[in-house]
């Protein structure tokens, strides 16, 4: 080509193409963060359980046997390993790791529920306790996974966060 028949683009069309550019960028920022915002909420809200399924406080760690369960909730006795505890009647825990009367469980009382009064609520110890306590964040992976591959268009990164999520509620299931 000769340079009589190169043609610049206008300064209208070059502002144009900038700011498509800008509002791409921002899109994708904005998607970015829209994804860690559901991790972090995914995180902090297994945390208020992960916490004290993972590092039990002495005194609160021990035993809980079933002697009922409701439509939610199975309600028995705590009984403490080691010293530091004492025993209590009435604690209650989600039905979903506890359902069949007479079943003893490993669990730890959690912090701020009543956990000094009658109505303590425990949560599960152990690796069966501790994948459902992150259950919240495997959710908010396989949301985030949605939003990586529609809105990212990162496809790998969607699937490795997609198969995490799956694969906690998965060993979850597996170990209650």
Known sequence: M???????????RRAGESAYGLLLLAKAGLTALLV???????AWTSWDTAEPAMFPEDGKRGTFTVEKCGT??????FTPRGDGGRARDGVSISRTVAEGRGRTLDVALRT??????????AVRTGPAGTLYAWVPLAGALLLASVVV??????????????LLGVGVMGASALTL
Request: charged residues 25%; aromatic residues 2%; contains cysteine.
């Open 2 to 12: 000769s340079p009589s028949t190169v043609r610049r683009r206008s300064r209208m």
């Open 36 to 42: 860690v915002l559901l991790l972090a909420a995914g």
């Open 72 to 77: 939610d909730r199975c309600h028995g006795s």
């Open 112 to 121: 701020g529920s009543a956990g000094d009064g009658p109505d303590a609520e």
């Open 149 to 162: 591959a529609g809105g990212l268009r990162l496809r790998r990164t969607a699937w490795v966060l997609a």
